[in-house]
């Protein structure tokens, strides 16, 4: 398994702002993924953050909205910017070793866009 | 075709029941199937996960079964217990390449005492 930590856990921020969240893993994984889940809804991927490289945005998300670093194998950063209140969901990152399929999930960020 | 679709959306048990929640897809490139666990306020938790070459794998309380010709998969609480009730999600993946995950709707299961 990994433990994975996400900053912050949660935050309440104004209409326009822009929100940076950090997923940080114990150990150096290959795959890192940034999901989405709306109250009461299911998840839904937003990207793949690749290691030194641009990350891989599902349809429907776009680099201006939800820009994404990963500057080595334990760290990522999930911005979303320009926040509106359909911006309110719980943000998750996961992180799955190199040929294995099962992935963990860190604790989620709770963002409330006012 | 990339869809996960998962019955039923809530479902009420008593203790010491029996929980089952279905899945079912239609990509056939899947090849792999994990269910996970969501608290109120915590990430999922993977619970437990099964490939289409064995048709049931059971951990504990919980059991997979798989039916591969059907393309559709359960998930199957033995002796439900209160501490249970959570939120329960299926998912499929394809194992080369990027291993992205297709979740299903999710269950809300509440096991009452």
């Known amino acids: 398994s990994a433990v994975i930590s996400q900053k912050p856990s949660r935050d309440i921020c104004q209409r326009g702002t822009s929100l940076t969240i950090q997923c940080q893993v114990d150990?150096?994984?290959?795959?890192m993924f940034w999901y989405r889940q709306q109250p009461g809804q299911s998840l839904t991927l937003i990207a793949t953050?690749?290691?030194?490289?641009?990350?891989?945005?599902e349809s429907g998300f776009v680099i201006d909205k939800f820009p994404i670093s990963r500057p080595n194998l334990t760290f990522s950063t999930l911005t979303v910017s320009n926040m509106s209140p359909e911006d309110s969901s719980i943000y998750l990152c996961?992180?799955?070793?190199?040929?294995?399929?099962?992935?963990?999930f860190g604790p989620g960020t709770r963002l409330l866009v006012l | 075709q990339q869809q996960v679709k998962q019955s039923p959306q809530s479902l009420i048990v008593q203790k010491g029941g029996i929980s089952i929640i279905n899945c079912a897809y239609e990509n056939t490139a899947f090849d792999y199937f994990p269910w996970y666990q969501q608290f109120p306020g915590k990430g999922p938790a993977l619970l437990i996960a099964?490939?289409?070459?064995?048709s049931e794998k059971k951990e504990g309380r919980f059991t997979i079964s798989f039916n591969k010709s059907a393309k559709q998969f359960s998930l199957h609480i033995m002796d439900s217990q209160p501490g249970d009730s959570a939120t329960y999600f299926c998912a499929a993946s394809i194992r080369s390449g990027t291993y992205k995950y297709i979740f299903g709707t999710g269950t809300r299961l509440k096991v009452l005492a």
């Open positions: 953050a690749n290691q030194g490289s641009e990350a891989t945005y």
């Open positions: 099964i490939r289409p070459d064995v």
């Open positions: 996961s992180v799955a070793r190199q040929g294995r399929e099962t992935q963990y």
């Open positions: 150990s150096q994984v290959t795959m």
